[in-house]
């Protein structure tokens, strides 16, 4: 069994930070449990213009899950970490176009992981985050099951070192 790898260190999956992205529900409000416990990544462009964006680890870990659910979920990449308070970190994207690692790899923060998908047409092309603190979560578990300490994204990411103004960046739709 591959030990938990130690994660200190905290982005945003998006590689190139840079672009104009915003979070789904800043736009359009509230859906399916957004934006609490989940988060809808898209570029300003809209559509699939973010088809195929480079997606790299947000933290140090070890792959759980490299697989395609099908339906609404398309392709699935989950990767556990610990921080040094111990926390049990468990990551998802989900929708994605491909994936670049496997179950077991090995993962350092900023490694490239995969692309922004569509799960295969059924929606614009978005990444769907969640993250989950302690008990880790079965693959197809929506960030809004009360059973797990599922996070909103972009305040863990606060909380753990990222850059507020990257954050609020690339939240808001802001035209840059």
């Given at each position: ?11 945003l999956?998006m ?7 915003y ?10 449990g957004?934006p ?13 213009s973010d088809?195929g ?20 979920w398309?392709?699935i ?13 468990t ?14 790899d090995v ?12 799960a ?14 302690g008990?880790?979560p079965?693959?197809e ?12 994204p972009?305040?863990f990411y606060?909380?753990h ?5 990257v ?8 035209g840059?």
């Open positions: 069994m591959t030990p938990i790898p130690m994660a200190t260190v905290f982005r999956p590689k190139a930070l840079e672009k104009p992205w979070e789904a529900t800043r736009v359009y409000g509230p859906y399916n957004h609490r416990y989940c988060e809808d990544w898209n570029l300003e462009t809209g559509g699939d088809l964006e480079l997606l790299v680890a947000p933290f140090s870990g070890v792959v759980i899950n490299a697989f395609n659910a099908g339906g609404a398309g392709n990449l989950r990767i556990l970490g610990r921080t040094p308070e111990g926390e049990v970190v990551w998802m994207g989900a929708h994605l176009a491909a994936m670049y690692v496997q179950a077991g993962v350092t923060v900023g490694d490239q992981i995969g692309t922004i998908g569509n295969d047409g059924r929606y614009a092309a978005h990444l769907h985050e969640q993250i989950c603190v008990a880790v079965g693959p578990v929506f960030g809004t099951d009360r059973l797990y300490d599922f996070r909103q972009s305040v606060a909380e070192g990222v850059e507020a103004d954050i609020r960046r690339v939240t808001e739709r802001d840059r």
